[in-house]
């Protein structure tokens, strides 16, 4: 349980949070044109130019110095290019006049150390800067973003009366009891066969018996996880729509697009599931909607915003999202590509991603272990993420995607332990044999990553943070016992 302390400065954390928003929408409306003061950081480069075939005059436009971007605490200056073979796209009819396409190169991708601005003494807390004054406030770095840290919790009395906190966590403690009855009722409804011996010796081992901690939701998870792997398949994009739908971009563009809302995502502090969410939203509305490439953008920064308002406490503003792409679309361009998103998904807005099921999957993978492995969650974290960039992956579904990434993940921490059991099979519902082909798709990714000119997810990994995960040595092959079927 959270201490009072925590919980205090939780609630602080979260209250100073959202004056700083309220304070940030202000600043915007009085700074309509999005300039700050001069000697601030660069902003993020648009990608008006999603072809990325470059011109000497683009090029050159990238080493101009523009403004602060309002809610960036990172000074980033992004280059890429890929040979389509295309020449540069004219710019899109709703640029604004005074902005400058930017041309981004990946032939020779290099991406700066990002240089963080030092946090002033009488701030201590993650807020977004000020909008109207251009100063920059450095984020914690150093701040674990593990799905196992809890979302904080609310202080409902003064922390000087701990007698009455402790007497309102035992009587929630008391009223979120359940019964054995209900216990072994809901152990009949999930068919679960917990701490079963196999003739290998093998032990199923049960996941779901903290009864404590509602967040976990245990006498309800398996219905859950059932519910999400019935409806993984309503909510997932087609396979071919770049061949049969879309005309004017391929999966390179999408590569693209999507490593730079990686990029996006992880300054502006935005939890994993938002990236998950707006990949998603991405590709069910290029899967029945035809998209010029120099609207492609658009519709990321309107994704990315629909996904925030679901998944975050504190969800950027549109002016935010309007900015981080050089002002190249305006505000009412943004919101009606959000509305012509959400009409076309009939506001589906739940859907179940990898990161859904890594949760659990990585719950059962450790089974009995109370502290988790942050090595293994957060690579499995990186390995799934890496499935993002790449259009073949849409064939699998999230469930074997995530599945998938736990198997990887446990043999490059452990080559030469089998990294299926019949724990993992039981939660998974996955044979060994199932994973086969997704677990070398993602293998390919990884070995081949260091190489690639989309370097957004491996950089993002390679932070302490994260456990440095990205730079794990990654053998070559998979050996092909470890694909045997388990018996049941």
Wanted: glycine share 2%.
């Amino acid at each position: 349980m959270m201490t009072t302390q925590n919980r205090r400065s939780s609630v602080s954390s979260a209250v100073a949070k959202r004056q700083a928003m309220a304070a940030n929408s202000s600043g915007l409306e009085n700074n309509q044109t999005g300039k700050l003061n001069a000697g601030a950081a660069k902003k993020r480069p648009a990608l008006s130019n999603i072809s990325n075939h470059t011109t000497a005059s683009a090029r050159n436009s990238i080493s101009h110095s523009s403004k602060l971007a309002p809610c960036t605490s990172k000074i980033v200056s992004i280059k890429k290019n890929i040979s389509s073979g295309t020449a540069v796209l004219p710019a899109s009819s709703s640029v604004r006049p005074s902005s400058k396409p930017v041309s981004i190169q990946r032939s020779d991708a290099v991406v700066p150390k990002i240089t963080a601005i030092p946090l002033p003494a009488t701030c201590s807390m993650d807020i977004s800067p000020s909008h109207s004054d251009g100063s920059l406030i450095s984020m914690d770095e150093s701040i674990s973003t593990s799905d196992t840290v809890r979302s904080p919790e609310v202080e409902y009395i003064d922390d000087l009366e701990s007698a009455a906190v402790d007497s309102i966590e035992k009587k929630a403690c008391s009223t979120l009891y359940i019964s054995e009855h209900i216990k072994a009722a809901a152990a009949d409804i999930c068919k679960r066969d917990v701490l079963v011996d196999l003739e290998s010796g093998d032990k199923i081992v049960n996941i779901d018996n903290n009864l404590v901690d509602p967040q976990l939701c245990a006498t309800m998870a398996c219905d859950i996880y059932t519910h999400l792997r019935a409806s993984e398949a309503k909510k997932r994009p087609s396979t071919d729509f770049m061949a049969k739908v879309q005309k004017d971009i391929n999966p390179s563009m999408r590569a693209i697009l999507i490593d730079w809302l990686v990029e996006v995502a992880e300054e502006y502090r935005l939890v994993p599931d938002t990236l998950h969410l707006t990949i998603n939203y991405i590709d069910r509305y290029l899967s029945g909607n035809l998209m010029d490439r120099q609207r492609l953008q658009l519709l990321g920064v309107a994704c990315m915003m629909i996904a925030s308002k679901y998944e975050e406490i504190c969800a950027p503003q549109v002016e935010e999202f309007c900015y981080i792409t050089d002002n190249t679309y305006f505000k009412e361009e943004v919101l009606q590509m959000e509305s012509a998103v959400l009409n076309y998904l009939k506001f589906e807005m739940t859907a179940p991603t990898a990161k859904c099921f890594l949760r659990r999957f990585v719950r059962a993978a450790q089974g009995l272990n109370e502290v988790l492995s942050l090595q293994l969650e957060h690579l499995a974290s990186y390995i799934a993420e890496l499935s993002l960039l790449e259009y073949n992956m849409l064939c699998y579904a999230p469930s074997l995607i995530a599945a998938s990434a736990i198997f990887l993940a446990k043999y490059i921490l452990l080559p030469s332990v089998k990294p299926w059991n019949s724990t993992l099979r039981h939660y998974t519902l996955y044979q060994p044999s199932d994973l086969r082909d997704c677990v070398m798709a993602l293998h390919s990714l990884c070995c081949n990553n260091n190489n690639s000119s989309l370097p957004a997810v491996r950089e993002k990994y390679s932070q302490h943070k994260y456990k440095f995960v990205a730079k794990k040595y990654c053998p070559p092959t998979v050996p092909v016992e470890f694909f045997q079927n388990i018996s049941s």
